[in-house]
């Protein structure tokens, strides 16, 4: 093969071929997390969630009209999932402590308590959502952190 021919082979390879892009995107993990006032004290968190991605905890506040936390069909509902959605303890979640910050800006931010909801986006995706309730305004408000688990 000559350097033309062969200039003109990777010339021709490296070409958009106009395949759908959405093929090659990856889809990324997107849930709702705000519709409503961000409490400032969850704005104030800067703490990353360690896994393979090690991503920033993010504020979630969203508007709830029930007297107690969602069950977790409900959260789904709530943040637009329509996979499946669990919950953990805090030792489950965070058997090391690392995330007391996290915990206690939510607390504070909340009723109190904070319930963590795993939402599973696929195989290896999945988003932490530590919330609580904010009776008084009528709100699930908390922080939420994707992660990479393989």
């Given at each position: ?7 003109s082979?990777?010339?021709?390879a ?13 889809k990324?993990?997107?849930t ?7 409490p400032?004290?969850l704005q ?10 090690d ?5 979630v ?23 499946e ?13 690392e995330?007391?910050k ?8 909340g ?5 963590i ?6 195989r290896?995706?999945?988003e932490?959502y ?5 009776k008084e ?8 952190a994707k992660?990479?688990?393989s």
């Amino acid at each position: 093969m000559s350097d033309d021919a062969y200039s003109s082979f990777l010339d021709q390879a490296n070409q958009d071929t106009g395949a759908s892009k959405a093929s090659t995107k990856s889809k990324s993990a997107a849930t709702k997390a705000v519709d409503t006032d961000v409490p400032a004290t969850l704005q104030k968190v800067d703490q990353y969630y360690t896994s393979e991605s090690d991503e920033p905890f993010e504020p979630v506040s969203l508007k709830w009209s029930g007297k107690n936390m969602p069950s977790e069909n409900e959260f789904g509902k709530l943040i637009e999932h329509n996979s499946e959605v669990s919950t953990l303890t805090t030792n489950d979640f965070d058997p090391q402590g690392e995330y007391k910050k996290v915990m206690e800006a939510v607390e504070q931010a909340g009723d109190g308590k904070a319930r963590i909801y795993r939402v599973e986006h696929d195989r290896t995706r999945v988003e932490y959502y530590i919330v609580g309730f904010d009776k008084e305004g009528g709100r699930v408000v908390g922080l939420k952190a994707k992660a990479v688990e393989s």
